[in-house]
Nanobody, 124 residues
Framework: QVQLVESGGGLVQAGGSLRLSCAAA????????MGWFRQAPGKEREFVAAISWSSGGDTTYADSVKERFTIVRDNAKNTVYLQMNSLKPEDTAVYYC????????????????WGQGTQVTVSS
């Protein structure tokens, strides 16, 4: 059974930082691209960042988070991270990690498995 478990969310002031983690189990992690998505209240889920299957692999970011967020993965730990700096109130959302076999990008329908999400709240 595949499990993706996010952690690291919380309440932070604008300008602060958080690091989200997503621990994967039940899959061959190194064969999955990993992505982060988010959903704010009343809005659709949107793409945040993705990283290809290899450690140090290719990354893509939503324009809204470029230069502020960094996605990295540690295949030895079956974990993907999202380092979020210079947080803004508009970053407030539930953040989800997702796994796509071999290849995944900005479209949510590319991903096969999803975590339950972790809440990030940025106060102004």
């Amino acid at each position: 059974q595949v499990q993706l478990v996010e952690s690291g969310g919380g309440l932070v002031q604008a300008g602060g930082s958080l690091r989200l983690s997503c621990a994967a189990a039940g899959l061959t992690f190194s064969t999955y691209a990993m992505g982060w998505f988010r959903q704010a209240p009343g809005k659709e889920r949107e793409f945040v960042a993705a990283i290809s299957w290899s450690s140090g692999g290719d990354t893509t970011y939503a324009d809204s988070v470029k230069e502020r967020f960094t996605i990295v993965r540690d295949n030895a730990k079956n974990t993907v991270y999202l380092q979020m700096n210079s947080l803004k109130p508009e970053d407030t959302a539930v953040y989800y990690c997702a796994a796509a076999w071999l290849r995944g990008g900005a479209r949510s329908n590319e991903y096969h498995y999803w975590g339950q999400g972790t809440q990030v709240t940025v106060s102004s």
